[in-house]
């Protein structure tokens, strides 16, 4: 017969539950305590190896370390072998195979050492701060200006610090841009190539509103917008990159990549009649940092690449580094290959939050993706 439990019963268990609980949680708290303590003592150890990795390099200047290390095409094969650590269990640390967590302890062991990888891209990617920050200084000439540089943390010495780590990537596909004649020199002025209609016209609007002198150049076909940009005719032009119905336009980024072009600038435009929303952008030939000037007046700061990603790089890895560096995705897509080595590409967009560290997203993109290239760093206008 079943048993039928009175209230008074169920408050007995409801007690005893609680107070086992609460001393299984003291334990765990005891342990917490602990491991803060190893992370420190990890972090001493970690701050020692970034000393070992600078101790050859020069310091006279900030950007020796970018020049010696970040564009050092053996040292980020060199950086992961000379980071990477076996991180299984052996009798030697006291842990016995077959024991009840051997299972998570690996797990545990094998985060931990991508997580030390992290930091040493977080550390390598500020070395040289304080010289940043004393040339910033230097340049202004009153020390008002130079104060409030001090006081923020998107200014001159940001600017500086990612153009020394952006570098340009050669890219994946084996497209090439046709051979065709050079036009003459662009006239000054900041002049913007784009096949017109109502949307493309709102969108370069909307670029109007964040740059300065532009000059609407038509097109009439997309081929020809590019073209124009790759050969300096015009300084910019326009694309959509995506839509609500379609999602990513392959074309478009097919047409960015075999044309070596960059995203500048981002916005959305929405049509009246079907409720549509376009993304277009403003290219550009070469990565731009954007002005910190520009931020109060957009929607956010992005940054979009595409990674070559594998069984040892995988794509959960770099999204934890992206996490680790306060930077939020926002889109991922598989680009479709045409062999299946056990490598996959992926095309990102990341957001930065208000902590969100991108010099150090971009060194961990050097140091431990093998194959990838940016195709921005934007503001959303």
């Given amino acids: 017969m079943p048993r039928h439990w009175s209230a008074s019963d169920r408050r007995g268990m409801a007690l005893n539950l609680n107070e086992k609980m609460q001393i299984i949680d003291t334990n765990l708290a005891r342990l917490d305590t602990m491991a803060a303590s190893l992370v420190e003592m990890r972090e001493a150890f970690l701050l020692e190896k970034v000393r070992a990795l600078t101790s050859e390099i020069t310091n006279e200047y900030p950007e020796d370390v970018c020049e010696q290390m970040i564009r050092d095409e053996h040292f ?34 094998k985060s931990s050492g991508h997580d030390e990888q992290i930091r040493l891209c977080q550390c390598l990617a500020h070395v040289n701060d304080a010289l940043y920050e004393a040339a910033s200084v230097r340049r202004n000439t009153w020390k008002k ?19 020394d ?25 900041e002049s913007i190539a784009y096949l017109r209609n109502t949307y493309t016209d709102r969108a370069y609007t909307r670029f ?3 740059l300065q002198h532009t000059t609407a150049v038509y097109y009439s076909d997309f081929q020809g917008v590019c073209e124009s940009l790759y050969y300096d005719r015009e300084s910019a032009c326009i694309l959509p990159m995506e839509n609500s119905v379609d999602g990513k336009l392959l074309r478009f980024y097919s047409l960015l990549n075999k044309y070596d072009l960059r995203i500048a600038y981002t916005c959305s435009v929405t049509t009246e009649d079907t409720d549509v929303t376009t993304r277009y ?5 070469n990565i731009t940092v954007p002005n910190p000037d520009e931020f109060d007046a957009c929607e956010g ?13 995988p794509l959960s890895d770099l999204l934890a580094a992206a996490a680790w560096y306060h930077l939020t995705l926002t889109r991922v897509d ?4 045409d062999y299946d080595d056990g490598e996959r590409t992926y095309d990102l967009i990341l957001r930065m939050e208000e902590n969100g560290d991108l010099a150090a997203m971009l060194t961990y993109l050097y140091l ?14």
């Fill in 368 to 381: 431990m993706v093998p194959q990838f290239t940016i195709f921005g760093i934007y503001l959303a206008v």
């Fill in 76 to 109: 980020p094969e060199e950086f992961r072998s000379m980071t990477g650590r076996d991180a299984s269990i052996s009798r030697e640390a006291g842990i016995q195979e077959g024991v009840l967590a051997s299972e998570q302890i690996a797990n545990v062991l």
């Fill in 208 to 210: 109007q509103s964040i």
């Fill in 165 to 189: 780590l952006i570098r340009e990537e050669d890219h994946f596909e084996d497209e090439t841009v046709p051979d065709l004649d050079v036009h003459a020199a662009r006239p000054t002025g």
């Fill in 281 to 285: 952008a403003l290219l550009r030939k």
């Fill in 301 to 313: 700061l992005y940054m979009e690449c595409r990674a070559v990603l594998n069984e040892e790089h």
């Fill in 145 to 163: 200006v130079a104060q409030e540089e001090k006081n923020t943390r998107f200014g001159k010495a940001w600017v500086q610090r990612l153009n």
């Fill in 334 to 337: 598989t680009i479709p290959t």
